[in-house]
Structures are given as C-alpha cells and as structure tokens.
C-alpha cells in the first residue's frame, strides 16, 4: 500500500480559495483511483471529489461542485484539490486517499473502495 501525506490546510475567509496537496510514497498512484473525504466536527467523513487513474474522469458532489477541482500528476505521484469561493460549511479535516483500480477510468466516490488513508489535513473557513 501507499502511503499518502496531505498538506495546504489553514485558516481562510469566506469566499477565499486553498489548494490541498497529497503526496504519495512507497509506490506509485498509476493504478490508484484517488479521492479527497472530509470530516467535519460530530458529523460523518463525506465525499468531497474523486479522479480516475488516468486523471481523464472526475466526480463531485453537489455541495462542492463548480468550487473544487481535484487533478494529479502521475509522474510526481502527487493529487491536488483546488478549493475556490470557500464557505463556512467546508470546514473540516480532508482526507486523501487511494483505491487501487483495475480500469483507467472508475472514479470511487464511496470510502469503502479504498485502502489506503493520509492523516488528514485542517481547513477552517470563517464567515
């Protein structure tokens, strides 16, 4: 299994953007789908974007749609997750994480699928 380090967190305003960054180790993402989770205070850890393999595919869900962007760089072995016109309610701590997949274009949107887990990494969004 990889192991997957998140960076970027902070402390923003409303409507400020952050740019999150996982950095893999101890293998490469090529056969990974990844996904971007968040958990925030007494709720459950949800959903915030997905990417295939090759990068051609992606999945959001509504709440975050039009706002973030999740990319990868295969051959840095890194995934980013840019997060534009932030709000109150995308605080959270966000997870990256790493499924391995078989076809180059499945995007997993459910926890379930996938196996390997960073540490987590805190956005904090004033109003």
């Known amino acids: 299994q990889v192991q997957l380090v998140e960076s970027g967190g902070g402390l923003v305003q409303a409507g400020d953007s952050l740019r999150l960054s996982c950095a893999a180790s101890?293998?490469?993402?090529?056969?990974?789908?990844m996904g971007w989770f968040r958990q925030a205070p007494g709720k459950e850890r949800e959903f915030a974007a997905g990417?295939?393999?090759?990068?051609?595919?992606?999945k959001y869900p509504d709440s975050v749609k039009g706002r973030f962007t999740i990319s990868r760089d295969n051959a840095k072995n890194t995934v980013t997750l840019q997060m534009n016109s932030l709000k109150p309610e995308d605080t959270a701590v966000y997870y990256c994480?790493?499924?391995?997949?078989?076809?180059?274009?499945?995007?997993?949107?459910?926890?379930?699928?996938?196996?390997?887990w960073g540490q987590g990494t805190q956005v904090t969004v004033s109003s």
């Open positions: 994480a790493a499924g391995y997949a078989y076809s180059s274009s499945s995007v997993y949107y459910s926890d379930n699928e996938y196996n390997s």
């Open positions: 101890g293998g490469t993402l090529r056969m990974y789908a």
């Open positions: 990417i295939s393999r090759s990068g051609s595919y992606t």
